[in-house]
């Protein structure tokens, strides 16, 4: 049986106190986001790396995630620049292709691997793929 002092009345009485302080002290810290009008995160400085899972934060108005190994990533990525759709033509196959037709192909296909490429720089310069 545990050993009390006199009054194990006044005992509890001291322990409801100290745990409505450490309740109350919790309360009054400024919040980190607000959510009464959809949620609102301030910028703050780099955190560091968590032991383990990502710490995500704001930084410059961006979100920012960072991650247990230390990488720090936007978690919206940035938007490409425009690449043009390639015009493309199909049409029913000839039984033989003329000259002109072989041609208009090439032409083709030029135009494709030209906007696929573009495509693709837009892309990396994004930081949505890497080379």
């Not at 106190?17 to 400085?45: D, K, L």
């Not at 690449?83 to 041609?103: C, D, E, G, K």
């Amino acid at each position: 049986m545990p050993e009390y002092r006199d009054d194990i009345l006044a005992e509890i009485g001291t322990m409801k106190r100290q745990i409505a302080e450490a309740f109350g002290t919790g309360q009054q810290r400024v919040p980190i986001t607000e959510a009464s009008a959809g949620w609102f995160m301030p910028n703050r400085t780099e955190p560091p790396a968590p032991l383990s899972g990502v710490h995500i934060y704001a930084s410059g108005g961006e979100f920012r995630v960072k991650t247990s190994s230390g990488v720090v990533r936007g978690i919206i990525p940035p938007q490409g620049t425009a690449v043009a759709n390639p015009a493309v033509v199909l049409h029913n196959p000839p039984a033989s292709y003329t000259q002109a037709q072989i041609q208009e192909i090439v032409n083709t296909l030029d135009s494709v691997s030209t906007q696929f490429l573009a495509l693709l720089t837009s892309l990396r310069n994004a930081g949505i793929i890497s080379t």
